[in-house]
């Protein structure tokens, strides 16, 4: 029999028990031992519910317990989460995580640890949810150099993109309306100004390089200045406007960063639509794979965690390989990379024209009967260094989104 200790009842951790409870026999059969739940680690009681039996309020009942070979840490955040866990590594105890914060702040020194003591630390639910990702990348594509990730990796700002995509909404109206559904939190920073999907793109990045990406290198850029203009034009143009996480092996360098982008009927991410996550990977010899679902939720997540602890179950003893070393990784400026970009400009076609095209060379006009005192224009590729100064050199330029092709 497998002990397990859970971490922070919370959504999560509920879930992890409620996975666990409801498809008992199937994991057992699956893990080739029976898995129980012996402990949960709570600030509060819980009188009502049949969990209190298994409450502690004290970290050292289960790090003393010999039985408990797996931990679930679904606490979130750095501390106490990270002292916890290296607590319970350096005992020989496993530890499975939906803690993206965590992983992206100390997943190599974690990593090692387990390593030294013959024990695990996995983290499949910490990007994507439900979505299986972290483990096809470390098992399934190993054979392969995997070339680039374009990613979904947040279900709140796709929510909320798909809602001004439909129906022309401003952003604050729709994010009021995902606060009301629980889509969003009281505080929505995290999730709007990208910083979810930056440190989950830092995650696969690592996973991608073997080599340690720091989400605070990555350039992010959220969704707040998108308004639904923009999006009258993307519908004009086919496309649709998406957060996405980027990154890419370029041979020489390693480039990763989020920001919305406009992409076209074409690209795979452009029907993910509401809460739902998709993950783009390329690898030289596959090509082109994909990963979709719900990016998050209770069951989503929690089933992703169990399945970290089946995983564990199997290896008792044996540390699985993860490539994911300290070393960190020295990230290509977004100034040096080229793309297309769409530009909304203040004027007419006929005043404005051609200063535009006196700067940018020939660009590609696009015009709304909805917007008459403004048009739209699509450059030709460019660095961004070179589009931020072209753009200086212009007034009245009222936004730009890159494309994604």
């Known amino acids: 029999m497998i002990q397990v200790a859970v971490l922070g009842y919370g959504v999560v951790g509920s ?4 996975v666990i409870e409801k498809n008992q026999e199937m994991i057992n059969k699956k893990a080739g031992c029976e898995i129980q739940v012996k402990y949960v680690l709570d600030l509060r009681d819980f009188p009502d519910n049949p969990i209190q039996s298994k409450i502690v309020h004290d970290i050292n009942t289960i790090l003393d317990d010999s039985q408990v070979q797996v931990i679930v840490e679904t606490m979130g955040g750095v501390e106490p989460a990270y002292t916890f866990t290296k607590k319970a590594l350096a005992l020989g105890k496993s530890v499975c995580t939906s803690n993206k914060e965590l992983v992206a702040n100390h997943a190599p ?6 390593k030294e003591n013959n024990c695990n630390y996995l983290f499949e639910a910490s990007v994507g949810g439900g979505i299986p990702i972290i483990r ?3 098992y399934s ?3 392969e150099k995997i070339e680039g990730i374009t990613g979904i990796l947040n279900g709140t700002t796709n929510y909320i993109l798909t809602k001004m995509q439909k129906e022309g909404a401003a952003f604050q109206d729709v994010l009021k309306e995902a606060q009301l559904k629980g889509y969003a939190e009281k505080n929505p920073e995290a999730d709007v100004e990208g910083y979810d999907a ?3 793109i830092a995650i696969l990045s690592s996973l991608m390089y073997g080599k340690n990406v720091k989400y605070e290198d990555i350039y992010t850029e959220g969704i707040t200045k998108l308004t639904a203009e923009d999006f009258t034009y993307a519908k004009k143009l086919g496309t649709s406007i998406k957060l996405l996480a980027i990154s890419k092996d370029m041979g020489d360098k390693y480039f990763a960063m989020v920001a919305p982008f406009m992409i076209g009927q074409e690209h795979p991410l452009f029907s993910v639509n509401d809460v739902f996550n998709g993950i783009f990977v390329k690898g030289n010899m596959l090509g082109d794979t994909m990963y979709y679902g719900r990016g998050a939720g209770k069951l989503p997540t929690a089933s992703a965690v169990v399945s970290d602890v089946i995983d564990c179950a199997r290896h008792l003893g044996k540390n699985i390989l993860c490539f994911w070393d300290s070393e960190r990784v020295k990230l290509t400026s977004i100034n040096q990379i080229s793309r297309k970009f769409f530009v909304r400009i203040k004027g007419t076609v006929e005043e404005v024209l051609p200063k535009v095209e006196e700067v940018f060379g020939k660009v590609s006009v696009v015009t709304c009967e909805e917007l008459p005192e403004e048009f739209g224009f699509i450059t030709e590729e460019i660095t961004e260094l070179s589009f931020n100064e072209k753009a200086e050199a212009i007034s009245g ?3 730009r989104i890159r494309i994604e092709e």
């Open 109 to 114: 020194e974690l990593l090692q640890l387990a």
């Open 136 to 138: 096809p990348i470390n």
């Open 15 to 18: 879930g992890v028990v409620e």
């Open 198 to 200: 930056c440190r989950k």
């Open 397 to 399: 330029i009222r936004s």
């Open 141 to 143: 594509l190993t054979p």
